[in-house]
C-alpha cells in the first residue's frame, strides 16, 4: 500500500510533464493499459501460446534490450515448452524489442502498481522473472517473491551513490534486495554494494558484464558494410562517429569538427543523437552552421539521399545524421575514431564497449558513473582516452588524425580488453541454470 501511494502521489506531482511530453512529443502513450492494469489475460495467452511456463524478461530501454537476443536464444535450448516474453519501459526499447523477438513476444513493462504487476505474473503464468542490469521495482519483486517464482537480476549494476541512497532507506527497501533469488553482478564491488543493500551472500554470483561478451568482434559485416557503402565512405577518409549524444554535445562536436576538418581534408562525422525526439533539433543544429544534413530516414536504399550515380561523394560540409532507432551499434564499425555521449552532462555515460569492440580510438567525457567499471578498465589497459570538455576532446580527434598509427594503436589495445573479459554470457547461464525453474535445462559451453 506503501508504495502504491507513493507512486500515485509522483504521477500526480508529474502529470503536468507527463501531459506535455505525450502531447509534444508523443511520449508515454502507447502501452497505456498495459503499464497502469498490467498484461490482460487474453493478450498473456496469445504470447504464451501451448507453453507450460513463462519467462519474463524486463530490459527498460534499448541498451538493455541489446543483451538479450543471444540469452535468450540459449535458454530455449531444452526447454521448449518455455515462451520467452520480454517487457520494456520505452517506445525505443519497445520497437527494437519487436525488431528483436518480434511483436507477438513484446509488451510494455506495468507500472509498478500491485494490481498490475499481480495480473501480469498471473496471466504470463510466469515462472521466473529475469531483470536486466538495475530494475528494482518493490511491488513486482515482492509479487514475484510471494508467488514462489524466482528473481534473478543478470548484468547487475548498482553505482556507489545508488548503493548508499538504498541503505539511507533501508527499513523500507531492504525486503526488497533480501526477496532477490540471483544477482550476477558485473564484478566483486558491485557485488559487495547488492550486499550492503540487503541480498544474501549465497544469492549474488560475479559473472561480469554482458556487454563485453555483446560487442562486435569485426567490422566485415553486411550491416556495416552497407552502412558504409551507403554514406559513401572512401578508403581515405577518417570517419568519427559521436554516439548516444545529449542536449549540448552535438554542438560541441560541430564545433570541433568545422575546425579541424580545414586542416584534416579526410575528417568526416556522424551524430547520432540518444533520443528520437531530439533528431529534428539536431538536424537544424546542423543547418544553422551550414553544413548539409544527410538524414539517414530520408533513404535506405544503398545510397545517400540526394545524389546521383557517379556523384556520390560524402563532402566535408555534409553531416550525416542518424536519426533512426536500433543502429548505432553498426555506425560504430563504419568509424575510425568514436566519441561516446552522455558523458559531458549529468546523464552518467553510454555503453563504450561498441566502438572499443570494433577497435576504433575511444574517448568520452567527464561523468561516466554508469559504466565506470567499464570505462576504468578501459582507460587503465590504455584503450580508450577520456576527455574533460571541448578543447581536450579537440585535441584528442586532432591527435587521431595526425597519428594514426596511435589511434590505431588505442583502438587495438581496446579490442584486447574485450576480448579478455568475454565469458559472461555463460556464466548467468550457469546462474540462471541453478534457479528452480531451469535446474540442468541450459546449456553452458566450457572452456576445452
Same mark, same amino acid.
Given at each position: 500500500?506503501?508504495?502504491?501511494?507513493?507512486?500515485?502521489?509522483?504521477?500526480?506531482?508529474?502529470? %503536468?510533464?507527463?501531459?506535455?511530453?505525450?502531447?509534444?512529443?508523443?511520449?508515454?502513450?502507447?502501452?497505456?493499459?498495459?503499464?497502469?492494469?498490467?498484461?490482460?489475460?487474453?493478450?498473456?495467452?496469445?504470447?504464451?501460446?501451448?507453453?507450460?511456463?513463462?519467462?519474463?524478461?524486463?530490459?527498460?530501454?534499448?541498451?538493455?534490450?541489446?543483451?538479450?537476443?543471444?540469452?535468450?536464444?540459449?535458454?530455449?535450448?531444452? !526447454?521448449?515448452?518455455?515462451?520467452?516474453?520480454?517487457?520494456?519501459?520505452?517506445?525505443?526499447?519497445?520497437?527494437?524489442?519487436?525488431?528483436?523477438?518480434?511483436?507477438?513476444?513484446?509488451?510494455?513493462? %506495468?507500472?509498478?502498481?500491485?494490481?498490475?504487476?499481480?495480473?501480469?505474473?498471473?496471466?504470463?503464468?510466469?515462472?521466473?522473472?529475469?531483470?536486466?542490469?538495475?530494475?528494482?521495482?518493490?511491488?513486482?519483486?515482492?509479487?514475484?517473491? /510471494?508467488?514462489?517464482?524466482?528473481?534473478?537480476?543478470?548484468?547487475?549494476?548498482?553505482?556507489? !551513490?545508488?548503493?548508499?541512497?538504498?541503505?539511507?532507506?533501508?527499513?523500507?527497501?531492504?525486503?526488497?534486495?533480501?526477496?532477490?533469488?540471483?544477482?550476477?553482478?558485473?564484478?566483486?564491488?558491485?557485488?559487495?554494494?547488492?550486499?550492503?543493500?540487503?541480498?544474501? /551472500?549465497?544469492?549474488?554470483?560475479?559473472?561480469?558484464?554482458?556487454?563485453?561478451?555483446?560487442?562486435?568482434?569485426?567490422?566485415?559485416?553486411?550491416?556495416?558494410?552497407?552502412?558504409?557503402?551507403?554514406?559513401?565512405?572512401? %578508403?581515405?577518409?577518417?570517419?568519427?562517429?559521436?554516439?548516444?549524444?545529449?542536449?549540448?554535445?552535438?554542438?560541441?562536436?560541430?564545433?570541433?569538427?568545422?575546425?579541424?576538418?580545414?586542416?584534416?581534408?579526410?575528417?568526416?562525422?556522424?551524430?547520432?543523437?540518444?533520443?528520437?525526439?531530439?533528431?529534428?533539433?539536431?538536424?537544424?543544429?546542423?543547418?544553422?552552421?551550414?553544413?548539409?544534413?544527410?538524414?539517414?530516414?530520408?533513404?535506405?536504399?544503398?545510397?545517400?539521399? #540526394?545524389?546521383?550515380?557517379?556523384?556520390?561523394?560524402?563532402?566535408?560540409?555534409?553531416?550525416?545524421?542518424?536519426?533512426?532507432?536500433?543502429?548505432?551499434?553498426?555506425?560504430?564499425?563504419?568509424?575510425?575514431?568514436?566519441?561516446? #555521449?552522455?558523458?559531458?552532462?549529468?546523464?552518467?555515460?553510454?555503453?563504450?564497449?561498441?566502438?572499443?569492440?570494433?577497435?576504433?580510438?575511444?574517448?568520452?567525457?567527464?561523468?561516466?558513473?554508469?559504466?565506470?567499471?567499464?570505462?576504468?578498465?578501459?582507460?587503465?589497459?590504455?584503450?580508450?582516452?577520456?576527455?574533460?570538455?571541448?578543447?581536450?576532446?579537440?585535441?584528442?580527434?586532432?591527435?587521431?588524425?595526425?597519428?594514426?598509427?596511435?589511434?590505431?594503436?588505442?583502438?587495438?589495445?581496446?579490442?584486447?580488453?574485450?576480448?579478455?573479459?568475454?565469458?559472461?554470457?555463460?556464466?548467468?547461464?550457469?546462474?540462471?541454470?541453478?534457479?528452480?525453474?531451469?535446474?540442468?535445462?541450459?546449456?553452458?559451453?566450457?572452456?576445452?
Amino acid at each position: 500500500m506503501f508504495f502504491n501511494l507513493a507512486y500515485a502521489f509522483a504521477l500526480l506531482t508529474l502529470s %503536468p510533464v507527463i501531459a506535455y511530453r505525450s502531447i509534444r512529443h508523443g511520449r508515454y502513450r502507447r502501452g497505456a493499459l498495459q503499464k497502469l492494469f498490467g498484461l490482460s489475460k487474453a493478450r498473456a495467452s496469445a504470447m504464451r501460446g501451448d507453453a507450460w511456463k513463462t519467462v519474463w524478461l524486463h530490459a527498460v530501454s534499448v541498451g538493455e534490450v541489446n543483451l538479450l537476443p543471444e540469452l535468450i536464444e540459449r535458454m530455449r535450448v531444452g !526447454n521448449g515448452k518455455t515462451a520467452f516474453v520480454v517487457s520494456t519501459s520505452t517506445d525505443t526499447g519497445y520497437d527494437l524489442a519487436c525488431q528483436r523477438f518480434g511483436a507477438e513476444n513484446v509488451f510494455f513493462a %506495468p507500472l509498478d502498481f500491485s494490481w498490475a504487476v499481480r495480473r501480469t505474473l498471473k496471466s504470463l503464468q510466469c515462472k521466473q522473472l529475469v531483470l536486466a542490469e538495475l530494475e528494482l521495482w518493490p511491488n513486482l519483486i515482492a509479487a514475484a517473491s /510471494d508467488a514462489e517464482i524466482p528473481i534473478a537480476v543478470i548484468n547487475g549494476r548498482l553505482s556507489e !551513490n545508488s548503493s548508499r541512497n538504498y541503505q539511507k532507506f533501508s527499513r523500507v527497501i531492504a525486503s526488497t534486495f533480501a526477496r532477490l533469488s540471483a544477482v550476477g553482478c558485473q564484478d566483486a564491488v558491485t557485488a559487495e554494494r547488492f550486499r550492503a543493500c540487503g541480498v544474501a /551472500d549465497e544469492n549474488l554470483h560475479v559473472t561480469g558484464s554482458l556487454k563485453f561478451d555483446n560487442a562486435p568482434t569485426t567490422r566485415d559485416t553486411d550491416e556495416v558494410q552497407s552502412r558504409a557503402l551507403w554514406a559513401s565512405v572512401d %578508403p581515405w577518409h577518417r570517419v568519427w562517429c559521436v554516439g548516444s549524444t545529449q542536449a549540448g554535445e552535438e554542438a560541441m562536436a560541430l564545433a570541433v569538427y568545422q575546425r579541424l576538418r580545414t586542416r584534416y581534408p579526410e575528417l568526416r562525422l556522424i551524430l547520432v543523437p540518444r533520443h528520437p525526439e531530439r533528431f529534428s533539433l539536431v538536424a537544424n543544429l546542423i543547418s544553422a552552421g551550414g553544413d548539409r544534413v544527410v538524414a539517414r530516414s530520408e533513404s535506405h536504399q544503398g545510397r545517400r539521399p #540526394g545524389v546521383e550515380v557517379g556523384n556520390d561523394q560524402w563532402k566535408a560540409n555534409e553531416v550525416v545524421l542518424i536519426d533512426t532507432v536500433g543502429e548505432l551499434r553498426h555506425w560504430w564499425g563504419v568509424s575510425q575514431i568514436a566519441t561516446v #555521449g552522455g558523458s559531458f552532462g549529468d546523464r552518467g555515460g553510454q555503453n563504450m564497449l561498441e566502438p572499443a569492440g570494433y577497435g576504433s580510438a575511444v574517448s568520452f567525457g567527464p561523468n561516466t558513473k554508469n559504466f565506470d567499471t567499464i570505462a576504468n578498465q578501459l582507460l587503465a589497459g590504455g584503450g580508450a582516452v577520456r576527455v574533460a570538455d571541448e578543447r581536450e576532446l579537440e585535441a584528442f580527434v586532432d591527435r587521431c588524425l595526425a597519428d594514426a598509427a596511435s589511434a590505431d594503436q588505442l583502438g587495438r589495445s581496446a579490442q584486447a580488453i574485450v576480448n579478455r573479459h568475454r565469458g559472461a554470457y555463460d556464466r548467468t547461464l550457469e546462474m540462471l541454470g541453478s534457479l528452480q525453474s531451469f535446474k540442468s535445462s541450459i546449456p553452458i559451453r566450457r572452456a576445452a
